[in-house]
């Protein structure tokens, strides 16, 4: 046995989705930190261990940006097939090799050390390297999803719905309990050019007619996610025996719609099975705010807003599978967006402990609508640079809330983590330059909104070959040029499949994205002079650093990937 001792900035418990955006966010800003997760692949419920597809905000233009979208078109560019162990590879390469992160995998937070009500350090098993870890760090991130630290630290959480009448809410039922949401054990199929048996596994369970699966779409379109249960047992301490009955009826289900009727699949074959189930819901901190079923209706416009959702209040029964009432959830309307604050990302009780993803500060009914990985993304970006603020500054998390939530809101947005109802605040060097595009109008390329928000565009579009300048009445210094190009936040493509067509070609690069684009700086003669040309850009946000005294840059377009126009949402100037 090895023992090795960290100390660090931050430490994040948890490497899905959410703990890769906070560990992600925090290390861009400055901030040394530790990574502990305890499979050995990152993307939590998206992983190829379980494969949920990755579910967000509804309606037009809502998409999540920031991290999670860099993270999604990173794989569209390289994944064209697509193929589960690329999107693996993807995640890791983001942790793996980001400076400032250390990343430890196959390792498991089993302990922690108080200092009152202060985390000194915590305690993790790696398994492959019998390894003893113990992280001293001055901040603490919860991104575990079962919310480990909380009953290693005394943390406060809740588990199981609320009564009804405790937050006046009308989703939840009269009397409190512990009942959650389900896990879920999905599968994936894939087409072939001829047809396939199927021969099933002895322990099977046997559904004959569709009648014993009412309810439950089973053709091959659907992700499979009504193969449920657990929700009316205790989520974290049985999930063994419910992978067992979970595998039973991921079998059985095969089997009948291979077997038992004609369902369309006489041509494919089972490609994966997951073994480790999705959880949907387990511990949920207490947070200095609680969100509600009614904050998320009134549209959560609060002052600490860091994050948006929109999914609706899908709020699945306890039984899963196993209902018989009718459909396995209900979907109760929530707006698309609506606000998340800051108040429910770190612990009332405990001083620098900061959390987010499934176990936020929420009721049941709220955690109906957040729990998607889309939302968490961002939740997670929004307390990775709320730790960097809190390190720089000597800051609790609460501290951060008394004192520094305008910044916060605003490094976000500038890293392209879409606030509504917020304006991001541009530099005076863009304010005060003078602006001109040689087709169509380009003010809006400095509102400082970086998307198409309900009828208002909020960008330019040109062609190939238009330019557009900011020029100055006498030589400026330069340092960064920050773009925001349009990736299509409409696009249907999340990040991975459900299965497997043939001749499926959908995940590429969208065809709105600039391509190439180059910029010119004026010289001491007047004359336009090449500062830089980008070439085979796929992303959406792209901060250059540049080092130019100049009166003026134009930008000219060179190529998109596909569409006949070019469209760009901002293009700031800093000093």
Request: glycine share 8%.
């Amino acid at each position: 046995m090895r023992n090795r001792s960290h100390h660090t900035d931050l430490c994040i418990i948890g490497g899905g989705m959410t703990g890769m955006c906070a560990a992600i966010a925090a290390a861009r800003h400055g901030v040394k930190v530790v990574l502990m997760q305890d499979r050995p692949v990152l993307g939590g419920n998206a992983s190829s261990e379980i494969r949920m597809n990755i579910g967000g905000a509804h309606g037009k233009n809502n998409r999540e940006s920031g991290l999670l979208e860099e993270i999604e078109l990173e794989n569209l560019y390289r994944n064209n097939t697509p193929n589960f162990s690329i999107w693996d590879s993807v995640l890791y390469e983001k942790v793996r090799f980001e400076e400032n992160i250390t990343l430890l995998l196959n390792c498991s937070c089993l302990g922690a050390e108080m200092e009152g009500t202060t985390i000194k350090s915590v305690k993790g098993w790696q398994l492959t390297t019998e390894t003893w870890h113990n992280i001293e760090a001055n901040y603490f991130a919860d991104c575990s999803g079962d919310g480990i630290l909380a009953p290693l630290t005394g943390a406060e959480y809740r588990i199981g719905r609320e009564a009804a009448n405790e937050f006046n809410e009308s989703i939840e039922p009269d009397i409190a309990d512990e009942k959650t949401m389900g896990l879920s054990c999905l599968f994936q199929i894939r087409e072939t050019d001829k047809p396939q048996p199927f021969i099933p596994p002895t322990w099977a369970h046997t559904f004959t007619s569709d009648d014993d699966l009412p309810h439950r779409p089973h053709d091959k379109r659907t992700n499979f996610w009504w193969i449920e249960l657990g929700g009316d047992r205790d989520s974290i301490h049985d999930t063994e025996e419910i992978r067992d009955e979970l595998l039973k009826v991921v079998f059985g289900v095969w089997d009948h719609m291979k077997n038992q009727g004609d369902h369309g699949v006489e041509n494919w074959v089972i490609d994966w099975i997951g073994f480790l189930p999705g959880k949907r819901e387990s511990r949920r901190y207490i947070g200095d705010h609680i969100l509600t079923q009614n904050d998320i209706e009134a549209e959560g416009k609060f002052d600490d807003l860091v994050a948006y959702g929109g999914w609706s209040m899908d709020d699945h029964f306890p039984e899963g599978f196993y209902y018989k009432g009718g459909h396995p959830t209900i979907y109760h309307r929530a707006p698309s967006p609506y606000g998340i604050p800051y108040r429910s990302l770190y612990s009332r009780n405990i001083d620098n402990l900061f959390f987010a993803g499934r176990n936020l500060s929420a009721t049941h009914a709220a955690l109906s609508s957040t729990r998607v990985m889309g939302t968490c993304s961002m939740l997670g970006q929004a307390i990775g640079t709320a730790a960097a603020i809190a390190v720089k500054e000597n800051l609790t998390p609460r501290g951060i809330y008394q004192t520094r939530i305008p910044q916060l809101q605003q490094m976000l947005m500038d890293d392209d983590s879409y606030l509504p109802w917020h304006q991001r605040t541009l530099s005076p060097l863009t304010l005060k330059a003078i602006l001109q595009a040689s087709n169509g109008e380009a003010e809006a390329l400095r509102n400082g909104y970086d998307r198409s928000i309900g009828d208002e565009d909020n960008g330019w579009t040109g062609r190939v070959g238009d330019w557009i300048t900011y020029s100055f009445d006498h030589p400026q210094h330069i340092g960064e040029l920050r773009f925001v190009f349009d990736s299509n936040l409409n696009r249907i493509i999340r990040n991975m499949p459900n299965s497997y067509p043939l001749n499926n070609n959908k995940w590429h690069v969208p065809s709105t994205m600039l391509k190439d684009f180059k910029v010119e700086f004026q010289d001491s003669n007047g004359d336009w002079t090449e500062l830089l040309t980008v070439t085979n850009n796929y992303q959406r946000l792209r901060k250059l650093n540049v080092d130019i005294h100049t009166k003026a840059l134009r930008l000219t377009p060179i190529r998109t990937w596909g569409s006949d126009h070019v469209h760009i949402f901002s293009w700031d100037i800093n000093e």
